[in-house]
Each structure stands twice: as C-alpha cells, then as structure tokens.
C-alpha cells in the first residue's frame, strides 16, 4: 500500500458537478461517480466484504453511516453502472494541514474492474479531485494499492 499526495493545479478552473457519465469502452453500459446515500448502503456491503472479509454489515453500517453524517465535509464516493451496480468506493473528509491548508484525504479505496484494470479507479480519483475542488482543497491525498484491485 502506498499513500500518494496531488497536489491541486493552480489551473483548476470553476467546479465541476460530481456526477460525471463516462462511456465504459467495452459495453454500451455507462458508469457514473456519485456520493453514497444512506439507502445504498447495504448494498455497497459485497463490495466491503471483498475488501475486509472479517467486517461485519452491522459495522459497516456504522462506518458508513458516521461518513454520511456530515455531508459537507466528508463521505463515500461510489462508481456505479445504470443498474446501479457498485464497481467502486472511496471515503473522503476535507482536513486542514498545516503547511497546505484544506485538503481532501482519501484512505480507504476498493475498485473492481476485471474487464479493464485502472478504468474504474480512474474514474474515482477523477470524482475524488471534483470533490476536492467543490470542497474548497488545495490537494488530494489517497491512500490505495495497485488500480485495478481490490483495496
């Protein structure tokens, strides 16, 4: 596991919504990056158990739910299909670092893609630096391993 630090372009420009629809080159399904509601989180729960195979759904549930409590300043960015199917999960929450000043931190990253490795997790850091901008944060911290894999 590697903890990596972007630092945000003095170019950014204006905000960007966070739901972006991008074209999956292999199917004629889209996927779209969206926040994780609280009436998702069940069934973002497979995904999670992929990942951390001894967490329980009642503690994911308190995970889950203590991220989505204060929507402004952090939560749990999904990747989805139009069936609203979970490919990927991201938690974030806006810090303040002393030599930066706001940033977005993100340590717990899952991304499945078994058809094209890294096009999921890309979509995700993509939604990631979105919220970083929406947020108001000089610089997007993640910690994740190789795309393409599961945590």
Not at 8 to 22: D, I, N, V
Not at 52 to 78: C, K, N, V
Not at 97 to 105: M, R
Not at 121 to 139: F, I
């Amino acid at each position: 596991m590697q903890s990596l630090n972007f630092a945000r372009p003095e170019s950014a420009g204006g905000l960007k919504p966070l739901g972006q629809f991008m074209p999956d080159r292999f199917t004629t399904e889209k996927l779209v990056t969206a926040p994780l509601t609280r009436r998702h989180i069940d069934q973002a729960y497979p995904l999670v158990q992929l990942a951390f195979p001894s967490t329980d759904l009642r503690r994911w549930r308190i995970y889950a739910r203590w991220h989505l409590s204060r929507p402004a300043e952090q939560g749990i960015m999904a990747v989805w299909d139009n069936r609203e199917h979970i490919f990927a999960l991201a938690n974030f929450r806006r810090q303040i670092a002393l030599e930066h000043g706001p940033i977005l931190v993100s340590d717990q990253m899952i991304s499945v893609d078994m058809v094209n490795p890294g096009c999921v997790s890309d979509l995700l850091y993509s939604a990631l630096t979105r919220v970083a901008d929406t947020l108001g944060c000089h610089q997007l911290k993640c910690t994740m391993d190789r795309p393409g894999f599961v945590r």
